[in-house]
């Protein structure tokens, strides 16, 4: 497909010259459709190309399909000093993906913020009779203790910059959290817990019970943030990519509509539009004018070497005044 790419890109510039970049535009866009998803798997990997030729041509879906990823892995582009000088090709893209970047983090940190505030089932008032009596607490020591687990670990990851903060924003940390069971505090981590608090094993046993429960209402926090949904073409199922692919582009933010508004605005005085022919047609007469210019500087150029020739000629065959005195 970096083939095909190349090839559009040449086709988008003899159109650009023609003045028809609208009309073969779409004829691209179905031509590089049916590949299906060996197209998209060439979007997903260079989306920074992609991107400003879905821009010539106005193809919404080649856009938002780039625009996905763009968001979704921005914090690794950016940083990449030719994929970023690439994306300055369309107006206004780079504050456009920050724009969708900071809501996917603030996103992020309200998910971060559910899980560690998270407390499930009945554990913040086990009775319905007030004042709660500490014996009803006491009843759900070992689910704290369960809870308290969870918190241990997930704000280690957070504070070792593994959430939002991550290249990833977090991506395969909530990977975790929604796989549950064994994906994470599995029996290795459980064993260094059950070492700095000793127990017995049929209460540790509870404990484990409880953080699997725990961990299935974490996965639920996780479903429920949609951070994990997928609202590209590519089947991420298949072809997985390690950032998030959740960006929901709002149609009114193509950068070229309002290019296209101000251009469709009316003056007072309606002006002549030239056509595709018509700039064709300029095209050419620039180019063969182009011509004519260099041609008359070339034949100028060669009259005066001619003269240059004859002058030295005419003092070769000229007597020396060493020669007229003797």
């Known amino acids: 497909m970096i083939v095909a790419l190349e090839d559009c890109y040449k086709l988008v510039k003899i159109a650009e010259h023609l003045g028809c970049t609208r009309i073969v535009g779409k004829s691209i866009e179905v031509a590089l459709l049916k590949h ?17 030729l879905a821009y010539s041509v106005r193809s919404e879906l080649i856009f938002r399909e780039s625009f996905v990823h763009l968001v979704g892995n921005w914090k690794n582009i950016k940083n990449n000093h030719h994929m970023a000088a690439t994306l300055r090709k369309v107006p206004g893209m780079r504050g456009l993906i920050e724009k969708y970047h900071r809501a996917l983090l603030a996103r992020c940190k309200d998910l ?27 009843k759900n020591i070992l689910v704290h203790l369960a809870l308290m687990f969870f918190r241990h670990w997930l704000g280690n990851y957070l504070i070792s910059d593994k959430g939002r903060h991550a290249l990833d924003c ?15 505090m599995d029996k290795t981590v459980m064993n260094s817990f059950h070492h700095m608090w000793p127990m017995t ?13 725990i961990k299935e209402v974490m996965k639920q926090n996780v479903v429920k943030s949609k ?71 070339e034949d100028d150029e060669a009259e005066e070497n001619e003269s240059e020739v004859d002058v030295e000629e005419e003092l070769d065959g000229m007597p020396s005044k060493r020669a007229r005195t003797n």
């Open 36 to 52: 299906g998803q060996k197209f998209f798997i060439s979007i997903k990997n260079a989306p920074h190309q992609w991107a400003p």
């Open 112 to 138: 971060e913020l559910q899980l560690m505030s998270e407390y499930p089932g009945d554990i913040a008032a086990p009775s319905q009779i007030l004042p709660i009596k500490r014996e009803e607490y006491m």
């Open 170 to 184: 977090g991506y395969n940390l909530y990977r975790q959290i929604y796989a549950a069971g064994e994906s994470y």
């Open 201 to 213: 094993q049929r209460a540790f046993t509870v404990v484990e019970n409880h953080l699997g429960e």
């Open 227 to 297: 951070l994990l949904d997928s609202t590209c073409q590519l089947d991420i199922r298949k072809h997985p990519v390690p950032y998030f692919t959740c960006t929901d582009f709002k149609n009114e933010d193509f950068p070229w509509l309002k290019e296209d508004a101000a251009a469709t605005i009316v003056s007072p005085k309606r002006m002549y539009k030239a056509g595709g022919n018509e700039i064709a047609r300029q095209n050419f007469e620039a180019s063969r004018r182009a011509q004519e210019r260099e041609q008359v500087i």
